[in-house]
């Protein structure tokens, strides 16, 4: 009877994480088809400015057009392009870069430790896109400036992470046991510290993933991304403030856009947090 009920009691939070999941995968689905469509296929060419200026939307422009007679579709379909370029190169160097200084700070001695880790803060109290303002600067405005700079940025909260996680991983008994066994340090750090940390990453990651389109949007908006013809959300937010009481379809739609797929990936990283701590599941 117990059983039974738990059953119960475990079916309703369950259906809400496969429903949170579902819903962000089809959030970030639909921007990611967007982004491969583009690859091959775009309404018109992205400098065809024949159509007129500021027109509404109809059969032929879905979007209508920009100031200077865009089809802004076209333009919508390269800035989800580039934002999932931009969040996948910049995490997957957060990662690399992070995963690496945050295991070595684990397993240093107690100075080398002390000294990554107040690095570490001081880099984290700079807000993201600050750093990434400094980078981009220096490097030149550039849509791998823009990804060098976001990944370093994030790679410190990745590497505080993956220590703190780490360590907690080294006070466990199968690490003792894995060194008395003979066991040396990238067999342990390959076969028991990654596989135990991985889980926790993974959700941060897709979280990073969602401050990374974010921040590339601030940047373009403020004319530090993507330099043009690249057609960033925040390039085509920018653009359009001029215009968005008389054509507010231009501001409208990057925004919805950017929108759909931060909580796509935020949705994902929320249901593959309650995958990754069963006890939250039942808490909710």
Known sequence: MTAVVEQVTDAAPRRRTHATLILGLCFTGAIAVLALVSLFWLP????????????EPSAEHLLGTDKLGRDLFTQLMIGARIALVVGTASVALAAVLGVAIGLTAAFARPWVDDSLSATLDVIIAFPVLLLAMLVVAVQGASLWSAILAIGLAMSAVVARLTRILARRVLHEQFITAARTSGTRLPGIIAFHVLPN???TLGVNLALQFGAAVLAEASLSYLGLGAPPPNASWGRLLQEAQ???LTAPVGAIAPGIALVVLVLGVNFIADGLRDFADPTRRRSR
């Open 44 to 55: 018109f060419d992205p400098s065809d400015i024949s159509g007129g200026r500021l027109e």
């Open 197 to 199: 940390i991985a889980p």
């Open 242 to 244: 001029g215009t968005v």
